[in-house]
């Protein structure tokens, strides 16, 4: 597949109109950014792009297995630069927790459209066992599945939780032994997840540096001193074309939830005992 080189001035990572795709066309910065959660912030604002941004497809990301995102959504790669500041708060993915910023990320996370209909042919395609999948109904060739990237959007929404814990667990809903540990095991997984995914797509590009000015409240630094300049170019996909395409086709939680399905007469089970329960 052929690659579109962009110029030196590569188009930022996330694209200018994503926040016109989550409804908003401008966020108001941060108030509340405490010091202490700077290194918390880097680390996860890295995961952040990486994920926003990576392939969808075996041309784009030899990791891909037959999606049917293949056949539905531009392929193409652009040149991209990420946004590798450490004080870049411009970004709503990089601001304190509010309205707005939780709106934005249920948008990239998918909240409440992380279900989409898959056939048998999309199952064994992706290396998985049809017999055992759970099917909306057994007269029809529907089966709910998850795109990966979707997933992986989300976990990076739980450790972004994680870092403004009381906004978001801080009430008696986490105060029972057994919900402190299916929380515990929900974000050990979705650490986990990213950690292999990360492993599996290795970046291969390079991190150069700069002299920046130096910082005279360090005593060690008082003259220019060398600094990694993250914002590195990539080549990327759409991630907008993608996103619409999943928020297009999911199966509302409202529509048809798992709650409601029972299975079938003699249907195989798999043979794996997985929850966040106890």
């Given at each position: 597949?052929?690659?579109?080189?962009?110029?030196?001035?590569?188009?930022?990572?996330?694209?200018?109109?994503?926040?016109?795709?989550?409804?908003?066309?401008?966020?108001?910065?941060?108030?509340?950014?405490p010091?202490?959660?700077?290194l918390?912030?880097?680390?996860?604002?890295?995961?952040?792009?990486?994920?926003?941004?990576?392939s969808?497809?075996?041309?784009c990301?030899?990791?891909?297995?037959?999606?049917?995102?293949?056949?539905?959504?531009?392929?193409?790669?652009?040149?991209?630069?990420?946004?590798?500041?450490?004080?870049?708060?411009?970004?709503?993915?990089?601001?304190?927790?509010?309205?707005?910023?939780?709106?934005?990320?249920?948008?990239?996370?998918?909240?409440?459209?992380?279900?989409?209909?898959v056939?048998?042919?999309?199952i064994?395609a992706?290396?998985?066992?049809?017999?055992?999948?759970?099917?909306?109904?057994?007269?029809?060739?529907?089966?709910?599945?998850?795109?990966?990237?979707?997933?992986?959007?989300?976990?990076?929404?739980?450790?972004?939780?994680?870092?403004?814990?009381?906004?978001?667990?801080?009430?008696?809903?986490y105060?029972?032994?057994?919900?402190?540990?299916?929380?515990?095991?929900?974000?050990?997984?979705?650490?986990?997840?990213?950690?292999?995914?990360?492993?599996?797509?290795?970046d291969?590009?390079?991190?150069?540096?700069?002299?920046?000015?130096?910082?005279t409240?360090?005593?060690?630094?008082?003259?220019p001193?060398?600094?990694?300049?993250?914002?590195?170019?990539?080549?990327?996909?759409?991630?907008?074309?993608a996103?619409?395409?999943?928020?297009?086709?999911?199966?509302?939680?409202?529509?048809?939830t798992?709650s409601?399905?029972?299975?079938?007469?003699?249907?195989?089970?798999?043979e794996?005992?997985?929850?966040?329960?106890?």
């Amino acid at each position: 597949m052929e690659m579109e080189r962009g110029s030196e001035g590569a188009t930022p990572l996330l694209e200018p109109d994503l926040p016109a795709r989550i409804g908003k066309i401008a966020f108001p910065p941060s108030k509340n950014s405490p010091g202490k959660l700077l290194l918390l912030f880097n680390i996860f604002w890295t995961l952040t792009l990486l994920y926003l941004t990576r392939s969808f497809s075996t041309d784009c990301n030899p990791i891909s297995v037959p999606s049917p995102l293949l056949q539905a959504i531009d392929q193409r790669l652009e040149m991209r630069t990420m946004s590798g500041s450490i004080h870049d708060d411009g970004s709503i993915f990089r601001q304190g927790p509010s309205d707005e910023v939780d709106k934005a990320w249920a948008w990239v996370a998918f909240d409440d459209y992380e279900l989409i209909n898959v056939t048998e042919a999309d199952i064994i395609a992706s290396g998985k066992d049809p017999t055992t999948r759970v099917r909306w109904d057994p007269s029809i060739d529907s089966y709910p599945a998850q795109i990966e990237f979707a997933h992986q959007i989300h976990c990076l929404d739980v450790v972004r939780k994680e870092i403004w814990g009381e906004r978001y667990f801080g009430n008696t809903k986490y105060t029972l032994k057994a919900r402190r540990r299916m929380h515990r095991q929900h974000t050990m997984h979705c650490l986990h997840m990213l950690l292999q995914n990360l492993m599996c797509n290795l970046d291969l590009g390079i991190v150069t540096h700069d002299w920046i000015p130096g910082n005279t409240n360090m005593e060690s630094s008082p003259f220019p001193r060398p600094f990694a300049d993250f914002s590195t170019k990539k080549m990327c996909p759409n991630f907008g074309p993608a996103a619409d395409w999943v928020h297009k086709n999911a199966v509302r939680k409202g529509d048809k939830t798992f709650s409601e399905l029972t299975p079938p007469p003699g249907v195989r089970v798999a043979e794996r005992n997985d929850s966040y329960w106890p």
